[in-house]
């Protein structure tokens, strides 16, 4: 069948269904050749599958004979002889070819990244360097097949409770079956005239996130963005517009407002100490002045606090500055009565972050920016003639390109607002209660491990814990090469965080497991548990061993 097909028009949904089916079932057996959390063997290994599975099989008219390599680039000898045995390409995690047979020649060097030996001369296969395109396509169904398992192969799953390192959620299915939908219709959210009901079904989603974030504002307006970075960016820039240049955070802050401030043209971020990664009101007060924007934080990255936010606001109040609050991490939580409460404040910000990529379960990307004033919203006002000309707004024509820094941007809010509509938001609050519930029984059990560990209680779904072994012998070095053991293994996905509890408030290296996965249970976790007390014994004696640890 035409690979050229299209997905939207006459038979575009029946091309869909012909082709979906294909990419489904390649996943799937990508996802049974990994057979775990993450593919094993590190980077290079899965540089090496990825080379060893490209190639583009052109027919060749002559035989293939044995020949040397012909200067740096040139693909190494095929083996010769009758019956020479033909090196497979490994899929993702296996192990590499076994050495030459002693005594046999070595092959020509390869050039880098490129196969270490020559496939097999009956397949015909002619290899490429890796970012080669190919000349001649295989097909709708092959290339589905063949790249969609080995994407599906390779890639960290974070539907596996043994994938818990970063704020990277399962999407819920029913957001990825909208997201086809939406990219099969394409609608561009740069003007009305690409995306009329699009345009239609944003802004009612993203006026009821505002009005979610700020209940009792008179005029609260929200924005779609890519993520919390984006939307850290907004928020400063929305204050450099109303004349407020200079940012002060916490230590806690989001390494994305330095950034902001950067891109920006403003003054480095002003820090202010944190303790227990909560930000010290009183410290927050002792340097802030009129003209000073702050970025307070509901749920770090390291541990998932949240700062003090009526305090905080209060300052703000009463010294004249504006108040950014990057809730990225624990926004979402005002879905549920029941942790709505740690959100205290937020609705005092004069902006908020949101993303629905971590408590929210969409696919990246997923962030909203929410304004307690729409007016301010005004300083994203751009004038395109071919996007938004005066006569077509006048004319009652809406103007989305003043809805966003960017011009083309795909309609994002559609998956976000088919979630809302299936689950509602108490839906969506009960799925981040169970996390929050999860994480808080998963300390317990860290609590009571001999072998572990617990930084202190969480206040969202992040878990952090240590090693004992690692107070005792091994310190930072070790936490490090456990993690990294787990991950080449392919075993597990655990998160790092470098928090102020050495000798003398020196940072020090702790274990992270940021739960996001809401259908698992403590139980699901008990074993990661013991085999990080298991990999920091083997590290440790492998350490010991070995004059330079590993």
């Not at 296969?125 to 169904?141: D, F, H, N, Q, W």
């Not at 599906?152 to 409770?161: E, F, I």
């Not at 300052?315 to 950014?324: D, Y």
């Not at 990999?535 to 010991?544: C, M, Q």
Request: hydrophobic share 45%.
């Amino acid at each position: 069948m035409r690979a050229d097909g299209l997905a939207g028009g006459d038979g575009g949904a029946d091309r869909l269904g012909e082709l979906i089916p294909v990419a489904l079932r390649a996943m799937a057996a990508g996802v049974a050749e990994r057979g775990g959390p993450v593919p094993a063997g590190g980077p290079a290994a899965v540089a090496a599958a990825l080379v060893a599975e490209r190639g583009e099989r052109e027919p060749e008219p002559e035989p293939v004979t044995a020949r040397p390599a012909a200067g740096p680039g040139a693909p190494a000898a095929a083996p010769a002889g009758p019956g020479a045995p033909a090196a497979a390409p490994a899929g993702p995690g296996a192990p590499a070819a076994a050495p030459a047979e002693h005594g046999a020649p070595a092959a020509a060097p390869a050039e880098h990244g490129a196969p270490a030996a020559a496939p097999a001369a009956t397949d015909r296969l002619s290899t490429t360097r890796t970012g080669a395109l190919p000349r001649r396509g295989v097909g709708a169904e092959a290339a589905l097949e063949q790249l969609s398992r080995l994407l599906a192969a390779g890639s960290a799953d974070p539907a596996d409770p043994a994938c818990a390192a970063h704020l990277h959620c399962p999407p819920l299915a029913v957001s990825v079956a909208a997201d086809v939908v939406a990219s099969a219709l394409n609608p561009s959210m740069d003007s009305w005239d690409q995306a009329p009901v699009a345009s239609e079904l944003e802004r009612e989603f993203t006026a009821g996130i505002a009005r979610l974030c700020y209940p009792g504002a008179a005029d609260p307006d929200a924005v779609v963005t890519t993520g919390g970075t984006e939307s850290n960016l907004l928020g400063l820039l929305l204050a450099r517009e109303a004349g407020i240049v200079q940012p002060v955070c916490g230590a806690n802050a989001h390494h994305s407002v330095a950034r902001a401030a950067w891109l920006l043209g403003l003054p480095a971020p002003i820090v202010v100490p944190c303790e227990g990664d909560r930000l010290l009101p009183d410290a927050l007060a002792a340097v802030l002045t009129p003209g000073s924007v702050v970025v307070a934080t509901a749920g770090t990255t390291n541990t998932g606090t949240l700062d003090p936010l009526p305090e905080i606001a209060g300052i703000c109040r009463r010294q004249g500055a504006r108040l950014h609050v990057d809730a990225a991490y624990g926004g979402m939580a005002l879905c549920s009565d029941a942790l709505r409460p740690k959100l205290a404040g937020l609705e005092l910000a004069d902006s908020v972050a949101l993303d629905l990529h971590k408590f929210g379960w969409q696919p990246v990307a997923a962030g909203l920016f929410a304004a307690r004033e729409a007016a301010d919203l005004g300083a994203l006002t751009v004038r395109a003639e071919y996007l938004n000309a005066d006569d077509d707004t006048e004319a009652g024509l809406p103007d989305l390109l003043g809805r966003s820094i960017r011009t083309s941007r795909r309609p994002d809010a559609f998956r976000m607002a088919v979630t809302v509509h299936a689950l509602g938001t108490e839906g969506l609050g009960a799925l981040v209660e169970r996390c929050c519930t999860t994480a808080t029984e998963v300390a317990r059990h860290v609590e009571a491990h001999p072998g572990l560990r617990l930084w202190g209680a969480p206040e969202l779904s992040t878990v952090v814990l240590r090693p004992a072994v690692a107070d005792e012998a091994g310190g930072d070095e070790l936490v490090a090469r456990v993690r990294r053991a787990l991950l080449e293994a392919g075993t597990a996905v655990i998160g790092r965080a470098a928090l102020p509890t050495g000798p003398g408030g020196g940072n020090q290296l702790w274990l992270k497991l940021t739960l996001l996965h809401p259908h698992t249970t403590a139980d699901d976790y008990r074993p990661l548990l013991d085999r990080i007390v298991a990999t920091a014994g083997a590290e440790l004696v492998a350490g010991r061993e070995s004059p330079v640890a590993s």
